[in-house]
């Protein structure tokens, strides 16, 4: 089996998904159909953050924004709650614009900014 991140040899997505519906293995593909309208389809390419230590992703304590993403959501594997190396973060810190801004990537995708304003205020603590 193939993963991604930091999920290990047998993610526990893959482990509770009752319709057997995540699949590592699967390979992107084009396909072309004929509608009657109009599909608007943002698309993106993923950054791996591994690629650039600056960003410190070997640590356990450093997700990227889908990881997190994936914690917050009610149905993820940790039931809503942003949960590293066992416990609930005091705080949460961002990082914008990692891949992007660089030479290689000189540009502004226009949603980052967004994106993580909605994070930052999904991750906010109840009591604080």
Do not use: W
């Amino acid at each position: 089996m193939i993963t991604k991140g930091k999920c290990g040899k047998r993610p526990k997505c893959v482990e509770v998904c009752p319709t057997d519906a995540i699949d590592f293995s699967q390979k992107d593909e084009i396909i072309e159909i004929s509608v009657g309208t109009i599909i608007v389809a943002t698309g993106f390419d993923l950054y791996d953050p591994s690629s650039d230590e600056k960003y410190g992703y070997k640590y356990d304590e450093v997700i990227t924004s889908l990881e997190l993403e994936r914690m917050m959501n009610a149905s993820g594997p940790t039931g809503g709650k942003i949960i590293v190396n066992g416990r609930e973060p005091k705080r949460v810190v961002f990082i914008s614009c990692v891949g992007s801004r660089s030479e290689e990537r000189p540009y502004c995708s226009r949603i980052c900014c967004m994106y993580i304003m909605k994070q930052a205020h999904m991750s906010e603590r109840e009591d604080s």
